[in-house]
């Protein structure tokens, strides 16, 4: 059987894929040698597929010196779609032998410090046992992150996010509710309505851009915005629990952090027949077109673990 080009030109056997792939290694590392290391190859077995490429296309494609190797200008046009003939066999052989084993390899996970400690850490050793092929490199940090860059496979993060380079989607939603303690609310009275909160000490929350604008909605009435003043400004959640518990003030705050406290009483919602925007639970991935089998393991996991729980709201799978 005669293979064609994509030009119709009929063409004696097939593109030599092989020999693209070393091609493309070689020039990535700048060295046979090394680039034989990382194939699993002899160094030997690297130069002759460099030579039987060159003998096939009838040019010259890399310049060979003593100290160093570079592309030639036909080298430079090939070299975007052999990297491609590199990349594409490597994620063909990686997704078959995903399917045909089970998962297996490393993530290389984020998340903020308070959530990964409270929330994620408990519950990643469960996850461990079920998969003992996968490791976990779990980061925690509250700073921003390059997830390409550093090569992280996914983080996750709570609130919104405008790179639109990034895959973004959601793990769960989880209610805002204003808190206080009922000693607090004794000493000072409980509110009817937002507005009142104006006259409350509020917990700030200054890693937020409107931390001290609180919206309410109440089903039949106009949304109500108030704006809120206090003497505790925090840039971390999880930091205003004591506070609140102490009594010092009415905090909008994410409900994973203190749905405990409000089952025992320690803590009481604020206005329970007005809601807040809910916040969203993300889950930061690099562009591409799938997840590899490990990562789809964790966020499987992890949705199914989501669900049961009493802060978790809107899960989306």
């Known amino acids: 059987m005669v293979a064609a080009t994509a030009a119709g030109t009929p063409m004696p056997h097939l593109p030599d894929f092989e020999a693209w792939a070393i091609f493309a290694k070689v020039a990535e590392r700048g060295s046979f040698s090394q680039a034989a290391e990382d194939l699993g190859l002899s160094k030997t077995t690297v130069s002759k597929a460099i ?21 030639t200008e036909n080298g430079r046009m090939a070299l975007e779609r052999a990297a491609r003939i590199l990349a594409d066999g490597a994620a063909v052989e990686e997704e078959v032998f995903e399917t045909a084993a089970s998962p297996r390899g490393q993530i290389k996970m984020a998340a903020s410090v308070l959530f990964g400690l409270e929330i994620l850490a408990p519950i990643l050793p ?3 046992d079920l998969y003992p092929d996968i490791d976990l490199d779990l980061h925690l940090t509250d700073e921003p992150i390059d997830l390409v860059g550093d090569g992280f496979d996914l983080a996750l993060r709570v609130g919104t996010f405008a790179d639109s380079s990034l895959r973004i989607s959601r793990l769960a939603s989880f209610r805002r509710p204003a808190v206080a303690s009922p000693a607090y609310l004794d000493r000072v009275g409980r509110p009817t309505h937002p507005r009142e909160l104006a006259d409350h000490q509020a917990i700030i929350f200054s890693h937020i851009a409107a931390g001290r604008l609180w919206r309410f909605r109440r089903d039949g009435e106009e949304d109500c915005e108030v704006a809120v003043s206090g003497r505790y400004h925090v840039n971390n959640s999880g930091a205003a629990v ?9 905090a909008l705050q994410p409900e ?8 025992d009483g320690r803590l009481e919602e604020v206005l329970p027949d007005w809601t807040t925007d809910p916040g969203p639970l993300n889950i930061l991935s690099p562009p591409g077109q799938g997840h590899p089998a490990r990562v789809r393991a964790l966020i499987g996991f992890l949705r199914d673990h989501f669900t049961t729980q009493p802060w978790a709201h809107g899960i989306e799978v």
């Open 51 to 71: 030579t039987r490429l060159e003998q096939r296309m009838g040019t010259t494609l890399l310049h060979r010196t003593t100290r160093r190797l570079s592309l």
């Open 242 to 250: 004591p506070a609140l518990l102490a009594g010092q003030g009415v």
């Open 126 to 128: 469960r996850f461990l």
């Open 256 to 263: 994973f952090f203190i749905w405990r406290e409000l089952q």
